[in-house]
C-alpha cells in the first residue's frame, strides 16, 4: 500500500490479489454488490404481490344501506389506493364494523372477519398448531399422525392471503387485545407473508388484501403499528346525515315522527354527565320501538316535568346512573316549577 497525506493507495499486486479473491468467491462479489446498493437491497427476495389495478379505479361512495360521508369515502379510497390498512376509529355503534362489510359488498369482494377478543393472540391469526390433537392420536395409532400438516389450523391472516381474489380483511375491536397485540402484526401485515415453521413453508399473499382494522379507544395503540395505517375518525352524524341514516333504515317512516325522535335524543345526547350517550344503533332501535309501539309524535314533545325521560329509554339508556341522573333532573325541574 502506498501512503499520501494520510490516504492509502493499493499497489498493482493488491489490486490484482483483490480481484483473485472476488472471482475465486461469487459470494463475496454479491456481498459487495449488496453493500454498495444500500440496505435495502439486503432483504431476501420474496414473490410478488399481485395487484389488481382493477381495484384502483373501482371507489368506494357508500351502499344503498350505509350512508358514508365525504371524507369517510376519501379516507376508504387513500387506504386502497396506498395498499395500506384503514384504521378506523370512533364511538361505539357508529358503524365501523358495517363498514368493512359494506365495502366488500361495493366492491365485489369476499369478506374475511377477524373479531379480536382479550385473549386472542396474533399467532391464532396466522395459524395454531394442536399438539395435543397429535399426542392423542399418536397413543390411538391414527394414520394422519405422521402428516403434521394435518394439526395445523389455518388463521384468517392465512385464508385472506391465499385466497385466489383479492378480499376484505377485518380485524375488529384490535384495542381489545393485550398492547403486544399489533406489535406481534407489525412484520406479517407490512411484507405480506409469514413463514410456518412446523411444516418449513413460507406463506405469501396472492393479493395483498384490503384491510379494515377498527378500534374504540380502549387502549393506545403502539406509533411503529400506527404509522403503517391510514387512519380515519368517524364522527359522531350531525342531524342532517341522521336523518339520511334514518330514511335508509325506515323508508315508510313518519316524518314528524322522525323529527321529534331527533331532537329529543340529539337533548339526550347534550346532557351534561351522562356517563354513555345514546349511539346510532340505539337511535334506530328506539325508533323501531317507537313504530311497534305506535308513540305518537307529540309524546316526544312533551316537554312536562315529569316526562323528561323519553318513553322507552331503554333502547337508548344503559345505566342505571344515568337513568338516576335523568330522574334527579326531573325531580330538580320540579322543584324549579314548584
Not at 459470494?27 to 410478488?48: D, F, I, Q, W
Request: hydrophobic letters at 40%.
Amino acid at each position: 500500500m502506498v501512503a499520501a497525506r494520510g490516504h492509502f493507495y493499493p499497489t498493482p499486486f493488491a489490486r490484482v490479489w483483490a480481484k483473485a479473491m472476488i472471482n475465486s468467491y461469487p459470494a463475496a462479489e454479491a456481498h459487495a454488490s449488496h453493500v454498495h446498493a444500500g440496505l435495502g437491497s439486503l432483504r431476501r427476495p420474496c414473490k410478488p404481490i399481485k395487484h389488481d389495478r382493477k381495484d384502483m379505479s373501482v371507489r368506494f361512495e357508500g351502499t344503498e344501506t350505509y350512508v358514508a360521508t365525504a371524507d369517510l369515502n376519501v379516507a376508504v379510497n387513500a387506504a386502497i389506493a396506498l395498499e395500506r390498512p384503514l384504521l378506523v376509529k370512533g364511538e361505539p355503534g357508529t358503524g365501523k364494523t358495517i363498514l368493512a362489510e359494506e365495502i366488500a359488498k361495493a366492491l365485489g369482494k369476499e369478506l374475511i372477519p377477524w373479531h379480536i377478543k382479550s385473549t386472542t393472540k396474533a399467532q391464532q391469526g396466522l395459524y395454531e398448531y394442536d399438539a395435543v390433537a397429535r399426542l392423542r392420536d399418536s397413543q390411538l395409532g391414527e394414520a394422519k399422525v405422521h402428516d403434521i400438516a394435518n394439526y395445523i389450523k389455518r388463521g384468517k391472516l392465512w385464508d385472506a392471503f391465499t385466497t385466489s381474489e383479492r378480499p376484505v380483511l377485518l380485524i375488529d375491536e384490535i384495542d381489545k387485545a393485550d398492547i403486544e397485540f399489533p406489535n406481534d402484526l407489525l412484520l406479517e401485515l407490512d411484507r405480506m407473508e409469514f413463514y410456518v415453521y412446523e411444516t418449513k413453508e413460507r406463506v405469501v399473499a396472492q393479493h395483498r388484501p384490503i384491510v379494515v382494522i377498527t378500534s374504540n379507544n380502549e387502549k393506545e395503540l403502539p406509533d411503529a403499528f400506527l404509522r403503517r395505517c391510514f387512519f380515519h375518525y368517524i364522527r359522531f352524524p350531525d342531524r342532517e346525515t341522521m336523518t339520511q341514516i334514518v330514511q335508509v333504515h325506515f323508508p315508510d317512516i313518519q316524518k314528524n315522527l322522525v323529527r321529534e325522535a331527533l331532537n329529543a335524543f340529539y337533548e339526550l345526547r347534550n346532557v351534561p354527565g351522562l356517563k354513555k350517550k345514546p349511539s346510532t344503533s340505539e337511535l334506530l332501535d328506539w325508533l323501531k320501538l317507537l313504530m311497534v309501539e305506535d308513540i305518537p309524535p307529540e309524546a316526544l314533545r312533551s316537554r312536562e316535568p315529569g316526562k323528561l325521560i323519553p318513553p322507552l329509554y331503554g333502547a337508548l339508556l344503559k345505566s342505571e346512573q344515568d337513568v338516576h341522573l335523568l330522574e334527579r333532573l326531573a325531580f330538580l325541574n320540579r322543584r324549579e316549577r314548584g
